[in-house]
């Protein structure tokens, strides 16, 4: 795809991989529509792109409730000639087991990792439908395609969840001019702890967590928006951040998914 003078559109674009995704493509020519709920972290993003000489609309916006983002939607449309990418991305975290999360912490956990999605595929596919082209990018995790540890149920479902609307979703814009790919990505250095629920009192486990982002050999959101920009081009459905370590677990969970759930305990 050629990005000069495209308009991008990046929920959770205003850190670690949508921001990275938003600069790089600004880099490329494309002028890009950050859409967060982090005001300060999106005008520092805005400075960010338009410092490369291309535009930056910042819209404050819920993805979890559906007014903000066909609001979101019709000044993004509007911003410059319409929209050509969107980046489904924004997304928190979520650990607890099912016999201590409440309802309310799966409507926040679905609300935005799944119904995000959702709402802006909806609120944008008219418009790319009418233009007869488009291209959605759909951030799930590995977690989304391989079951974690007993206390990520929540985060896992929501991206299980976005794995099987990605899929029938690219099935059915295929022929219809739209792309979609699905980004699976690994641990990957972000501030996605700072967004982080936990439920339960094991705190120590969640100190853990917040660690390991900060531990050496980390994959950086960079590589991860250049892992995007190849996915767009490609036209490549997965897109996978860590491919030697989980194509060969699910190929092994592909083969025997009794045995490797009995066996095997993916820290995801
Ligand atoms: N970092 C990792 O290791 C990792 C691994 C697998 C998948 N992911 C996924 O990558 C995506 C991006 O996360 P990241 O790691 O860059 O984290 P991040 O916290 O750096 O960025 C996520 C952004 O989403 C925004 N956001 C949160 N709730 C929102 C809402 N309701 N509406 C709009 N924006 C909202 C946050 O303000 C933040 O700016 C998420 O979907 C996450 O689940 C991350």
């Known amino acids: 795809?050629?990005?000069?003078?495209?308009?991008?559109?990046?929920?959770?674009?205003?850190?670690?991989?949508?921001?990275?995704?938003?600069?790089?493509?600004?880099?490329?020519?494309?002028?890009i529509v950050i859409v967060d709920v982090n005001r300060e972290r999106m005008a520092e993003a805005q400075r960010e792109i338009e410092a490369l000489g291309r535009r930056a609309l910042t819209i404050?916006?819920?993805?979890?409730?559906?007014?903000?983002?066909?609001?979101?939607?019709?000044?993004?449309?509007?911003?410059?000639?319409?929209?050509?990418?969107?980046?489904?991305?924004?997304?928190?975290?979520?650990?607890?087991?099912?016999?201590?999360?409440?309802?309310?912490?799966w409507a926040w956990i679905l609300g935005i990792n799944l119904y995000g999605v959702i709402h802006c595929c909806r609120a944008f596919l008219p418009h790319m439908r009418e233009r007869g082209n488009g291209y959605i990018v759909n951030t799930s995790s590995i977690g989304g395609l391989i079951g974690g540890q007993p206390n990520s149920i929540g985060y896992s479902t929501s991206k299980f969840a976005v794995t099987g609307f990605?899929?029938?979703?690219?099935?059915?814009?295929k022929p219809k001019g739209i792309g979609v790919s699905l980004l699976c990505p690994g641990l990957i250095r972000t501030n996605l702890p700072e967004n982080f629920r936990y439920v339960g009192d094991d705190l120590q486990a969640l100190g853990a967590i917040k660690e390991i982002a900060k531990e050496?050999?980390?994959?950086?959101?960079?590589?991860?928006?250049?892992?995007?920009?190849?996915?767009?081009?490609?036209?490549?459905?997965?897109?996978?951040?860590?491919?030697?370590?989980?194509?060969?677990?699910?190929?092994r969970r592909a083969k025997d998914v009794q045995g490797f759930l009995d066996t095997q305990l993916p820290t995801l």
């Open 1 to 31: 795809m050629e990005f000069k003078n495209k308009v991008a559109v990046i929920t959770g674009g205003a850190s670690g991989i949508g921001r990275s995704t938003a600069v790089a493509l600004a880099k490329m020519g494309a002028n």
């Open 216 to 251: 050496p050999g980390v994959m950086e959101p960079e590589e991860v928006a250049q892992m995007v920009i190849d996915g767009i081009n490609k036209n490549k459905f997965l897109i996978l951040t860590h491919p030697a370590r989980f194509l060969t677990m699910m190929e």
């Open 166 to 173: 990605s899929e029938v979703l690219y099935k059915y814009l």
């Open 60 to 105: 404050q916006c819920d993805v979890a409730k559906y007014d903000d983002v066909t609001s979101m939607a019709k000044q993004a449309i509007a911003f410059a000639g319409g929209v050509d990418i969107l980046m489904n991305n924004a997304g928190v975290m979520l650990r607890g087991f099912v016999d201590t999360l409440e309802p309310a912490d």
